[in-house]
């Protein structure tokens, strides 16, 4: 089982070849190949590669699949004493990207 964790906008992801991740929305058109260089872990045949913070010769390759709003989340602000209520929402822009291979350019691990 070979898998990476990999960093994008500030959080963390596990990606595995032929599994698919939601991150936050990428302006590219869908069908489009990106690769994520930011990786912070390699598991591959039993070995583990950390990177001091990123392995530099490993990168994921990954295919947009469909750009989608994520689901509403609800801000409620109360003045009690007064009887002020308001509420708003928000949905922020996600991608769904599927993992198509984790790609060694070096040959750290074999």
């Known amino acids: 089982m070979t898998y990476a964790i990999i960093e994008n906008s500030g959080k963390q992801f596990f990606t595995q070849p032929g599994k698919f991740i939601d991150i936050n929305h990428i302006k590219a058109k869908v069908g489009d190949i990106i690769y994520f260089n930011r990786v912070l872990l390699l598991k591959s045949n039993n070995v583990v ?14 295919k ?32 769904r990207v599927l993992i198509e291979s984790i790609e060694n350019t070096e040959n750290i691990l074999k």
């Open 49 to 62: 590669e950390i990177g001091y913070p990123f392995i530099n010769q490993i990168k994921v390759k990954a």
């Open 64 to 95: 947009i699949l469909k750009h989608f709003k994520d689901k509403k989340i609800r801000v409620y602000k109360m003045n009690a004493k007064k009887g002020t209520r308001k509420t708003k929402g928000y949905r922020s822009l996600c991608t």
